[in-house]
């Protein structure tokens, strides 16, 4: 608010005010009651429920008011859209606050990834708040973008919208006291620090929570969230599009311990977010399983707001933002209409505000080097390898020469980001080691695209169900390189040429022809299209893929969390095959045939 | 936490800890639930539920252990006693934190009286925590011992346990936008600002909590806490001396709302404490009237720490403070023991801790200056009035000159702190005007202490009974000038020459002696002796009163009240008689006779 004085005045009634919200009932986060209020409106906040004219009324009699959904923890990457377009999705779905984690972007381009997030929401009907990324890169075992150490961190973390440190991912770097992770957390002062501890447990979980680090969006039982929230987590209720937890939660969520609550979504894709919505979905879903509406819509949004220290929102009254999402009914909790601070900006599903676009910081992000593939065969016993002097990536490059030996090999999960480390015969021809589709044994790459440092990594996945083809993606947690999986190298090849040349993106190679393929100009991540749009060029991707015979329900995400070498078992990144056990790169064959 | 290295490894178990806590159920704030926990505690914080062993343990089973109370809201001065004194007393009743507001001793002291809250806390096994005094003086109708403005407040806004601005009780400098006024509340920046607004509703009620004050502790009524409540104040339910809210307001409470409420004392004297209990009590009767103890313990505890940004305060669990109430059960309540920062320090309702003393700025605020009754007496058409001049205070200071008028005289209505203004003919000897206590009129008057200015002010007042003799004391709202009631001229002087000589205090003067006395040497507010020993000092200073026929409850608490010139009807300070509604200084006698 510009001016205090304003406000009080309005709220007095003795100046004209900008908007009133006539004959609605509205869901008091605050009372824990649904009541009628008038709510008058100025200059973005509500000044009280007693008003009787202004000099725009809008009649909402029959209509129910909430105040707008805060998504308590987002990756926006993972729509693949950028922010306005991201708002353009969820504001009139009543989200009007989401906290990201830049996770991806920063993996990219650091600093300068979260300033272009920063940025880029600074006009967005939404607010966007900023949780530090702390875990970048996820591991010594990649190369990415970009590195970011507490030095680089507390370079933004005095900013207003930067709301602390993000999900701390390196539960070992807490437990075991790294200097690093620690003068992180310590950075992050009086602000919050979340969590991110999959299945963290006893002494573990409790050294974890006693470093300060006070939420979670990790929980998949009700025993883990338990325990979680008895040593004084906030459970952060997660439906993503491959993680939803929502349903097997609900159940914890008492009137006495729901403030310690949120709904987040994590990673929610374009399509998800489309065909089912948002935050809305989650308080849809909730109280149609039993939650008291009235405590479902506080979960939505005062929740994050107390947990966040934003003291403005999260409640219509006095002082707030007038961020109101305008509801049917809290039965279908259908949003027909979207209030962001104290303007119209949505309608019937549709963005009627204006959006601003932000200069993208494009190119430059597919930096792949000359590199020579032979450096990084893997040498054993039951291998010979050759290494092969090129200057760019060429067909060479893809072939792993290889005599006998059993090779590891990842063995995908439907459905799962974690994987099956397999031991596994590979086919061999003319001396060099090939796909063998009739038994599902694929041949895939991880091509550094950061620093053209040359990396390639290389190994072999089962349960693709390529017949034939090739695709590639340039989002490819965490790191973000180029990762792409075929049957033959000519193919792989291509795909990763296509990727590049679209300066990031997916791509489907048939048939040595590009099948199908979305671009991803921004950091190689993210469209510039509309999320339906890139809904329908991620469909048509993964129609394609299936059409060369994979069989994945999304396998572009698969693809994607193959290369992140902290979910076990066996992972690829650039710098080779991850055994996530035993922390460290391991030989693509085995010591014995 | 010194060491976040060495919580982190207390809490894995890799060292032997400090404490545990064995076999009690705990009241977990967070989960919502009562379940068993061993609580192993570490440089003073909990490390955890799952240790063993510990190099001290406490076998607690069969009790209950809470988080440490906290009182939200309170003037340690209207115990009079001094903090660690304070602390002797509240600390074995399970209350671990205090928020104050050290406005009694701000108006005597300025800056240099909350400098002494704040350091002679430092040590005492008691959180306190300080909101600054927003309205010192109270009004601009009297002289106080320092004039706070938001400069002064600059000073110290920074502090660590400086949580906020204190009870706005200006509320007409907040909705008419006071420049000094919302200078305060903008210099709170995202510190609390606390209200303070008696009876305030409709449209001022909206401009002061859009204002941004978001507490009231003054709610009497259900109708107005709700309204209160809805615009989304935190509701402060007070159980003071003269004002008991609880079981008025307890019924609002409900399990959607209930973060909302914090328990408070406010003004809550040495003989309430040691008789019933703090904010313990508060809990045991919200119990015993049916509010669900979980909600009840996260209402004493949980709440305030929320509203306050005290985030490691309220809760039993990892991290947290080990601040605990040892409970016998959640009927009876009885604290057995009270475990602060890890350590024992209240056993049986016995403070176990040492205490240290921190020099009280003693002295030099009994500044009485010589001056001139005469200039004060109040002329009129009915009344003549004659200059005495004299060097100090003496007994002609005392008289009224009076003829015929009618005059403005307090009315005392028992057990409130408003008065009526009543219109009575006053009785006249000798051409001056005397007490009548045949009519119960009896004078009265207020001697400025803080500057020496030989202010007096004089009134009468109707109410008090006595049938001989004078009282006085140094406490009196909100400047703490010295004020006395009496029959007679002479002794109502004895009576303020006693305080004088004490430095501060209560006196009772009877046929011209002294019948019973309290010192209160620090700022004229606080003694240094037990609670214990003070309340009985009040008690005898009452007695000593009722002998003297004064029917009142607490005659001290009532003459204390008469000086505060910001709740009805009629005051006296220093400089006068004032009309609160009319919010000026009115003369004694009325315009016709």
Known sequence: MDSLEELISAARGEIEIDLLLEGAEIVNTLSGEQHHADVAVHKGRVVGFDCRSARECIDLSGFVLSPGFIDGHVHIESAMVTVPEYARAVVPKGTTSVIIDPHEIANVLGIDGIRYMLESSRRAPLNVYVMLPSCVPATKMETSGAVLDAESLSELMDDERVLGLAEVMNFPGVVFRDPEVLKKIRLAGNKRVDGHAPQLTGRDLTAYIAAGIKSDHECTTLEEAKEKLRQGMHIMIREGSAAKNLLELLPLVTPQNARQFLFVSDDRHSADILREGHIDFMVRTAIKHGLDPILALQIASLNAAMYFGLRDLGAIAPGYRADIAVLDDLKSLKVVKVIKDGKLVAEDNYLTARLEGTPAPKGMTMRIGPIDIGSFMIRSEGIKSERIKSESIKLEKMKIRSELASARVIGIIPDQIITKS???????????????????????????????????????????????????????????????????????????????????????????????????????????????????????????????????????????????????????TDKGLVDVAKFQIVPLFMESA
């Open 422 to 572: 397999l031991a596994i015969q590979p086919k061999i021809a003319n001396g060099l080691m090939v796909a063998d589709p009739d038994n599902d044994v694929l041949k895939m790459a991880v091509i550094e695209r950061h620093r053209a440092t040359g990396n390639v990594g290389l190994g072999l996945v089962k349960g693709f169900g390529l017949q034939s083809g090739a695709i590639a993606t340039s989002v490819a947690h965490d790191s973000h390189n180029i990762v792409v999986v075929g049957v033959t190298d000519e193919e792989m090849l291509d795909a990763v040429l296509k990727v590049k040349e679209m300066g990031g993106g997916l791509a489907v190679i048939k048939d040595g022809r590009i099948e199908a393929s979305l671009t991803l100009p921004v950091a190689g991540l993210l469209s510039e299209m509309y999320m339906r749009d890139v809904a329908e060029g991620i469909d048509d991707c993964i129609d394609a893929a299936h059409d060369l015979g994979c069989q994945l329900k999304d396998p572009f995400m698969t693809l994607s969390f193959l290369c992140l070498p902290v979910i076990p078992e066996l992972k690829l």
